[in-house]
């Protein structure tokens, strides 16, 4: 029987990373095994995965040395930094830079980057249309990811850069979810106007990302997008209203008001809802609805989504 080519996994026991390890654990006739790649080895889920039948190392993201020996003897790399741990677009440019040159020393065979927009290349800093953030971005959780591609390109990695799409999971997680107006009314709140945002199942950016390493080496040295629907607000609202059973109502805010709520990042998430709502076509070009469906066929939609998880988003 042929050896199983080791696909080392970043963000693991996160959601992207983890439905790419779902998706290899599953497919039980592939040519892959999954190498979670783990600061904690002992968590419940790292023990979960590993009793499933993937392979657990510790692995710290902020230490080359580490990243090497985690990425040795693997054929390809799965790499995602997590900005809402910290809030520090350098860091993540950083923490690229360290996966980059530690992927180069393995002589990995396909990585693919999770990655972003760099908005300044649509939005210049002296541009007033939005507040530049931390005296260089526009929008720090993309702009640093968009930043770091560079890094993978001029180390001649074989990359896939994998642009992903807004987590309907935020509903559950972020506190986006619908929020009581009236007695018998509830609002999800986002400054988007009339324009469409895409979306997607965060373990579906796994599946997708499964999808491109088991098409060899189609993908190396481009960029693709992702999104499992096109929605508006009006369309979201409605959508969740009918599954939840409830009365969901839109509610679009301006830009400055998003910004202004004072939760952590809200100034960012303010702006990236603004790049999304200002554009629009070359957004949601970019994110091709039956490009990812070709390369995960289960691709959930919305409506799909809820009915699996409705119970799961909280009524605020």
Same mark, same amino acid.
């Given at each position: 029987?042929?050896?199983?080519?080791?696909?080392?996994?970043?963000?693991?026991?996160? $959601?992207?990373?983890?439905?790419?390890?779902?998706?290899?654990?599953?497919?039980?006739?592939?040519?892959?095994?999954?190498? #979670?790649? =783990?600061?904690? #080895?002992?968590?419940?889920?790292?023990?979960?995965?590993?009793?499933?039948?993937?392979?657990?190392?510790?692995?710290?993201?902020?230490?080359?040395?580490?990243?090497?020996?985690?990425?040795?003897? $693997?054929?390809?790399?799965? $790499?995602?930094?997590?900005? !809402?741990?910290?809030?520090?677009?350098?860091?993540?440019?950083?923490?690229?830079?360290?996966?980059?040159?530690?992927?180069?020393?393995?002589?990995?065979?396909?990585?693919?980057?999770?990655?972003?927009?760099?908005?300044?290349? !649509?939005?210049?800093?002296?541009?007033?249309?939005?507040?530049?953030?931390?005296?260089?971005?526009?929008?720090?959780?993309?702009?640093?990811? +968009?930043?770091?591609?560079?890094?993978?390109?001029?180390? +001649?990695?074989?990359?896939?850069?994998?642009?992903?799409?807004?987590? !309907?999971?935020?509903?559950?997680?972020?506190?986006?979810?619908?929020?009581?107006?009236?007695?018998? =009314?509830?609002?999800?709140?986002?400054?988007?106007?009339?324009?469409?945002?895409?979306?997607?199942?965060?373990?579906?950016?796994?599946?997708?990302?499964?999808?491109?390493?088991?098409?060899?080496?189609?993908?190396? +040295?481009? =960029?693709?997008?992702?999104?499992?629907?096109?929605? =508006?607000?009006?369309?979201?609202?409605?959508?969740?209203?009918?599954?939840?059973?409830? /009365?969901?109502?839109?509610?679009?805010?301006?830009?400055?008001?998003?910004?202004? &709520?004072?939760?952590? +990042?809200?100034?960012?998430?303010? /702006?990236?809802?603004? &790049?999304?709502?200002?554009?629009?076509?070359?957004?949601?070009? $970019?994110? /091709?609805?039956?490009?990812?469906?070709?390369? /995960?066929?289960?691709?959930?939609?919305?409506?799909?989504?809820?009915?699996?998880?409705?119970?799961?988003?909280?009524?605020?």
């Amino acid at each position: 029987m042929a050896v199983k080519k080791i696909i080392a996994v970043l963000g693991a026991t996160g $959601a992207q990373g983890g439905g790419l390890v779902h998706a290899i654990l599953n497919d039980k006739q592939g040519e892959f095994i999954p190498r #979670v790649l =783990t600061r904690n #080895v002992n968590s419940d889920k790292a023990k979960q995965l590993k009793e499933k039948g993937a392979e657990v190392v510790d692995a710290d993201i902020d230490n080359l040395e580490s990243l090497k020996s985690a990425f040795a003897g $693997a054929y390809a790399v799965f $790499a995602v930094t997590f900005f !809402w741990d910290h809030f520090s677009a350098e860091k993540e440019i950083n923490q690229a830079s360290l996966i980059a040159r530690a992927a180069k020393e393995a002589d990995v065979k396909h990585i693919i980057w999770s990655t972003l927009e760099d908005t300044r290349n !649509w939005v210049p800093l002296d541009d007033s249309r939005m507040p530049t953030l931390h005296n260089k971005y526009k929008v720090p959780h993309f702009d640093g990811k +968009g930043e770091a591609n560079k890094i993978f390109t001029k180390l +001649g990695l074989p990359v896939t850069f994998l642009l992903t799409s807004f987590y !309907w999971d935020n509903f559950i997680y972020f506190g986006l979810g619908p929020k009581k107006i009236n007695n018998n =009314t509830f609002a999800v709140t986002l400054p988007m106007g009339d324009k469409k945002l895409p979306g997607i199942a965060a373990e579906d950016i796994g599946k997708c990302a499964y999808g491109i390493f088991k098409k060899g080496n189609e993908f190396i +040295g481009k =960029t693709v997008g992702i999104a499992g629907d096109h929605l =508006t607000g009006n369309e979201m609202a409605n959508e969740m209203g009918k599954a939840m059973g409830i /009365n969901v109502t839109y509610n679009s805010v301006p830009f400055d008001v998003y910004r202004s &709520f004072g939760f952590p +990042g809200a100034d960012d998430m303010g /702006n990236m809802f603004q &790049f999304k709502h200002d554009f629009e076509e070359y957004f949601c070009g $970019a994110r /091709n609805l039956e490009f990812s469906k070709s390369i /995960n066929p289960e691709l959930k939609s919305f409506n799909k989504w809820l009915q699996e998880n409705k119970e799961r988003i909280p009524l605020q």
